[in-house]
């Protein structure tokens, strides 16, 4: 049989859960035994294949039409769908900013900000991704295994790659399962 | 009895107990969140539905009696579903970003119930609906986004503080908790007992000090006491690393079960006063910090030059009796000073002890009394301020129909609750004492014989202390027309004549009678005879041990006088700065002993944290100077409380 092709992204997240990933040390030996990595942000691939993956991963909210494409992409190119993170889950941190309008925002991050200087301009750039509320993954594309975490831990994050390695649907409880 | 099957299991439990507590009498968890166990059942959540058999749909087991051959389910997948359909309704009622919540991880109870029934994510996202914060009060602040509306904070203000300050408005997915009419904590009517702190099961309710300094998980708990006044109320402690993390009131302790005041909860850890680290000895006009021998030996060599009459000693109530027996030995019994006494200089039980000797027997009731009073008549005592937990006692009791009978000079802020507030002309309690036991006797309530004609002794009385009669009469008949009555005075207040008749008053109405002591070992200090009123004359040295005790202006005042001051503190102050040499010493939470309370419960207050090595028990500097001096102590308190009759039965 062969392994199963693993593949990886991230969106409105801080790469935290992909840096908890690494965390794992020398199991991703283990892991890399197991599964075929395909493509991943830290990685050359940056797409998912267009044949197809077994199992897709998530990191990060919805907050811009590029991330939608992002996501779409990849629940149609995977069989198994897995939101990481809090982020992913929930919207986590970068949700905050649902209580302002998008206008809001922007006005704060590029004409408010204290390092802004007189000049302060909302990029207005048609090639530039629109940015949207921030959505949690499932509000977008059905999401088949939620890891909540922020971020989630090495090991739980060693138990689901594993487990979904060896056809198995990881099963978070007890310490395995945080939502911080 | 009733009997009943929870999944299988047969319980018996006495009539009246709801599903829940029955269940929990046989070890069954049923996961639960408005319901508190030290509150009245809510059933506002809905977390709690089991299966009844019998029944069509789930029922609220937090509300709903036991009844006999009942049989119940806590699990089953139609309940499952349930609490995932309510917990999932609640996140998506406002904001939860758990990842920096101070609760989460281990305290939070909705989380905790969520990770019960697997829940990885929401099914229905919040609405990111923004909701306000509340930081205007000094201790806590409220965070609606994580508030889930189970009401607790609410019910504790009123059930367990009865200060009725937090409410709801609107209804619905409106309904917002609110202090008062709506007014900013910092502005509302609030006690700051922190009990909805206590009590409230998510984040929504942040301790300013506590917050993210630590969790159930990650402290350690002590059950020990809170030192701040004579009620002597049980804390549960929590620490961490050799910090003091937070104060809850402790569930357990019978006096206080769970509720304490600001005192008690908030100052100890909002306490900003800068600690004493090493000995200080005035050299060339100012404090230098020198060796622990260094200072030991000025402090000797100064008490030798001015022992005998020169010395006046006076001690903290906030030490436990351990350091009170010390202090009295060495000061009193050995260096054979005659003004050996406490910093509250028996202001209140001086006259106790004086009563207690010439009725040659204790005259008080336990604090337990309050709780099955209906009426309740409090003279001079200002619960609102001091004392804070017995004025507490009182005021959530207003539901259940008490009365309450008030006698104060001044406005007390009792008095808006109060059935008849009694406002004599300045010194004239005596004459309105009279007048009540004259009352009585009019009423025909009177369990003692009434030498005299009561309709005009009460019209004496009424034109002595300016209080109508009938209002006499209306507040004789409160305290005898219920069947429990207790008068609380502040004997602060009184003179022999005014107890006197209270001691009268009691005996003709049948009220049980207590009193507030001040400090949390004034008691012990009286029963240790450390209760002389401070006069300095002459006197050449005072020695204070002060403890962490924040001197009060009035001892500044008379120490002034004196050439030589020696202090044993824990905190720098103007009276350490006044001094001579100053030994820094531990603070309460420092420090092992006992302590007698208001009642007379004999209790011990425990070690919590551990003292930096250059601070001294105040026991080692009492020793380490009568070494000094040639002399040796032994600690023998257990003996020498009960030597002279106490206003109230002693016992642990
Ligand atoms: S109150 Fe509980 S559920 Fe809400 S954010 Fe805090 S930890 Fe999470
Ligand atoms: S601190 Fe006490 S008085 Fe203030 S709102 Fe909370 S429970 Fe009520
Ligand atoms: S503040 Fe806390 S205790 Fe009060 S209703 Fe909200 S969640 Fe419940
Ligand atoms: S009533 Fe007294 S003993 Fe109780 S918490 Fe308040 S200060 Fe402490
Ligand atoms: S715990 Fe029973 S309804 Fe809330």
């Known amino acids: ?180 | 009895m009733i009997n009943l099957t929870i999944d299988g299991q047969q319980i018996e439990v006495p009539e009246g107990t709801t599903v829940l507590n029955a269940a929990r009498k046989a070890g069954i968890h049923i996961p639960t969140l408005c319901d508190h166990p030290h509150l009245k059942p809510y059933g506002g959540c809905r977390l709690c539905m089991v299966e009844i058999e019998g029944f069509r749909t789930l029922q609220a087991s937090c509300t709903i009696p036991a009844t006999n051959n009942m049989v119940v389910r806590t699990t089953s997948e139609q309940i499952h579903k349930a609490r995932k359909f309510i917990l999932t309704l609640i996140f998506s009622e406002r904001n939860h970003f758990c990842p920096y919540c101070q609760v989460s991880g281990s305290d939070c109870e909705l989380q905790n119930a969520a990770y019960g029934e697997g829940m990885t994510h929401w099914p229905l996202q919040p609405n990111w609906q923004p909701y306000p914060m509340d930081a205007s009060h000094p201790y806590f602040i409220l965070e609606h986004n994580r508030c889930i509306l189970c009401r607790r904070c609410i019910r504790a203000c009123s059930e367990l503080v009865g200060a009725n300050t937090l409410g709801v408005e609107e209804r619905g997915a409106k309904t917002f908790v609110i202090a008062d009419l709506n007014v900013p904590l910092g502005e509302s009517s609030c006690v700051s007992c922190g009990m909805c702190v206590q009590v409230c099961p998510t984040g929504a309710l942040i301790d300013r000090r506590s917050a993210y300094r630590g969790q159930n998980t990650t402290v350690d708990h002590h059950q020990t006491l809170c030192v701040g006044c004579s009620v002597g109320c049980g804390v549960d402690i929590l620490t961490r690393d050799q910090q003091l993390i937070r104060i809850d009131g402790d569930w357990d302790a019978p006096i206080n079960q769970g509720v304490t005041c600001k005192v008690g909860r908030f100052y100890p850890a909002f306490d900003d006063r800068e600690r004493l680290k090493a000995p200080l000895l005035r050299k060339n006009g100012s404090l230098q910090p020198v060796s622990w021998e260094e200072a030991l030996a000025a402090a000797a060599e100064k008490i030798k030059t001015a022992a005998g009459d020169g010395i006046a000693a006076i001690v903290s109530t906030r030490l436990p009796l351990e350091s009170l027996v010390l202090f009295r030995q060495l000061f009193a019994d050995r260096l054979g000073s005659e003004m050996v006494t406490s910093t509250e200089e028996g202001s209140r039980t001086a006259i106790l002890s004086r009563w207690a000797e010439k009725l040659g027997k204790a005259f008080e009731s336990k604090i337990d009394q309050i709780h099955e009073a209906d009426a309740f008549f409090v003279m001079g005592a200002d619960l609102i301020n001091e004392h804070e937990v017995l004025g507490f006692f009182i005021r959530r009791r207003f539901p259940e129909g008490i009365k309450l009978i008030l006698v104060d000079e001044d406005q007390n802020r009792l008095g808006d609750l109060a059935h008849c507030a009694l406002i004599p002309q300045k010194k004239t309690g005596a004459a309105l004492l009279k007048g009540l036991i004259a009352a009585v006797a009019k009423l025909g309530q009177n369990r003692v014989a009434f030498n005299g004609q009561p309709d005009e002794e009460v019209q004496k009385a009424s034109e002595a202390c300016g209080v109508a009669s009938d209002l006499l009469l209306e507040a004789a008949f409160q305290l005898t027309n219920n069947e429990k009555s207790i008068i609380i005075y502040d004997p602060a207040v009184t003179d022999d004549e005014v107890m006197d008749l209270i001691i009268k008053l009691s005996q003709t109405s049948g009220a049980a009678m207590i009193s507030i002591k001040g400090g949390a070992n004034a008691l012990g200090a009286a029963q240790l005879g450390l209760d002389k009123s401070l006069k300095l004359n002459g006197h050449r040295l005072a020695y204070i041990a002060l403890g962490d005790e924040e001197p009060k202006e009035r001892l500044i005042q008379q120490i002034e006088k004196c050439s030589n001051i020696i202090v044993q503190a824990s905190y720098h102050s103007r009276l350490t700065a006044m001094a001579d040499v100053v030994f820094p010493v531990v603070n309460w939470l420092e420090q092992d002993g006992h302590f007698i309370n208001l009642d007379g419960r004999l209790q011990i207050a425990a070690r919590v944290l551990k003292p930096a090595e250059s601070i001294w028990t105040n026991e080692a500097v009492l020793s380490a100077l009568a070494d000094k001096l040639g002399t040796a102590l032994e600690s023998e308190w257990e003996k020498v409380i009960s030597q002279r009759p106490s206003p109230v039965s002693i016992a642990a």
């Open chain 1, 1 to 180: 049989m062969s392994k199963p092709k693993v593949a990886s992204d991230w969106m409105a997240g801080c790469a935290g859960c992909h840096m908890s990933l690494l965390d794992m040390d020398e199991r991703i030996v283990k892991i890399v035994e197991l599964v075929d990595l395909r493509s991943t942000p830290i990685t050359d691939l940056k797409h998912p294949d267009e044949t197809g993956v077994d199992v897709g991963i998530l990191e990060g909210g919805i907050n811009n039409t590029s991330n939608e494409e992002v996501a779409k992409m990849m629940r149609k190119r995977c069989k198994i769908l897995v939101a990481l993170g809090d982020c992913a889950v929930f919207g986590g941190v970068p949700a905050m900013r649902n209580f302002f309008t998008i206008e809001e925002t922007l006005r704060r991050a590029y004409v408010e900000t204290e390092s802004t200087d007189a000049e302060g301009k909302i990029p207005d750039d048609p090639e530039l991704a629109r940015p949207t509320r921030v959505r949690a993954v499932h509000e977008v594309v059905p999401v088949d295994i939620f890891v909540p975490g922020c971020p989630p831990d090495a090991d739980t994050i060693f138990y689901v790659l594993s487990e979904l390695a060896q056809g198995r649907r990881p099963d978070l409880k007890d310490d395995k399962l945080h939502w911080h």
